[in-house]
């Protein structure tokens, strides 16, 4: 089986190639905020350069979000776009979980808070368990002052998390350039069932804020 996995999440673009059970691609592309002008091609020349034709993929998979807005919308649109004309399934799955399933990987720990970068001085966290093994989102995606974060994680009821993931203030970092890596090792993963993962939509950390720029300007 052969698939496509795509991470724009945090505003470069990072790409993956799964080919018989195996990572067998990686790509990076550190520039930033290029993927209007660059995601479709660097995708086209990741399968030409493979020899790999679109109708030779079972599937395309994609990061939802936190993150960039305008990058995790352009790559979401991609993926579906892709995916109608090569008429495979399209799946998508959030930062969030795949750096709690990342985490426990790593430390062999069932409980996992995971932190990432919001703006406005803000992050955003959500808290995840590992039940017979599969990754369980045990609490909503919250967002949390960095100074104030430490304390609403200790009052949060549902569990009190075993490890920290992510870049938040007290969060253990690592390179957010790998995560379309760690994305495709989620989809090898035993614990990972494309029918249980739809057609990619965005996950906001925030909801989207834009503001008519000429309220007084009437439309038909």
């Given at each position: 089986?052969?698939?496509?996995?795509?991470?724009?999440?945090?505003?470069?673009?990072?790409?993956?190639?799964?080919?018989?059970?195996?990572?067998?691609?990686?790509?990076?592309?550190?520039?930033?905020?290029?993927?209007?002008?660059?995601?479709?091609?660097?995708?086209?020349?990741?399968?030409?350069?493979?020899?790999?034709?679109?109708?030779?993929?079972?599937?395309?998979?994609?990061?939802?979000?936190?993150?960039?807005?305008?990058?995790?919308r352009i790559a979401i649109a991609a993926v579906r776009?892709?995916?109608?004309?090569?008429?495979?399934?399209?799946?998508?799955?959030?930062?969030?979980?795949?750096?709690?399933?990342?985490?426990?990987?790593?430390?062999?720990c069932e409980r996992v808070c995971v932190v990432v970068?919001?703006?406005?001085?803000?992050?955003?966290?959500?808290?995840?368990?590992?039940?017979?093994?599969?990754?369980?989102?045990?609490?909503?995606?919250?967002?949390?002052?960095?100074?104030?974060?430490?304390?609403?994680?200790?009052?949060?009821?549902?569990?009190?998390?075993?490890?920290?993931?992510?870049?938040?203030?007290?969060?253990?970092?690592?390179?957010?350039?790998?995560?379309?890596?760690?994305?495709?090792?989620?989809?090898?993963s035993a614990g990972w069932n494309g029918a249980d993962?739809?057609?990619?939509?965005?996950?906001?950390?925030?909801?989207?804020?834009?503001?008519?720029?000429?309220?007084?300007?009437?439309?038909?």
């Amino acid at each position: 089986m052969i698939y496509l996995v795509i991470d724009t999440s945090q505003g470069i673009t990072s790409l993956a190639l799964i080919i018989d059970g195996t990572v067998r691609v990686l790509w990076n592309d550190d520039t930033p905020n290029q993927q209007s002008a660059q995601l479709v091609l660097q995708c086209d020349h990741l399968m030409q350069d493979h020899g790999l034709a679109w109708s030779d993929l079972h599937g395309i998979v994609c990061t939802t979000g936190p993150g960039g807005f305008t990058s995790v919308r352009i790559a979401i649109a991609a993926v579906r776009g892709f995916a109608l004309a090569a008429n495979v399934t399209s799946h998508g799955i959030s930062v969030m979980e795949v750096m709690a399933w990342s985490a426990m990987q790593r430390s062999a720990c069932e409980r996992v808070c995971v932190v990432v970068p919001a703006g406005r001085s803000e992050c955003a966290y959500q808290f995840f368990e590992m039940r017979e093994a599969c990754i369980c989102a045990v609490s909503p995606l919250m967002l949390s002052k960095k100074e104030e974060l430490h304390c609403k994680v200790a009052s949060y009821p549902l569990c009190v998390p075993e490890t920290f993931e992510g870049e938040g203030e007290y969060a253990v970092r690592i390179d957010m350039r790998t995560l379309a890596h760690l994305l495709a090792d989620y989809v090898l993963s035993a614990g990972w069932n494309g029918a249980d993962y739809p057609a990619p939509v965005p996950l906001y950390a925030r909801p989207p804020d834009a503001a008519i720029a000429a309220p007084f300007l009437k439309h038909g």
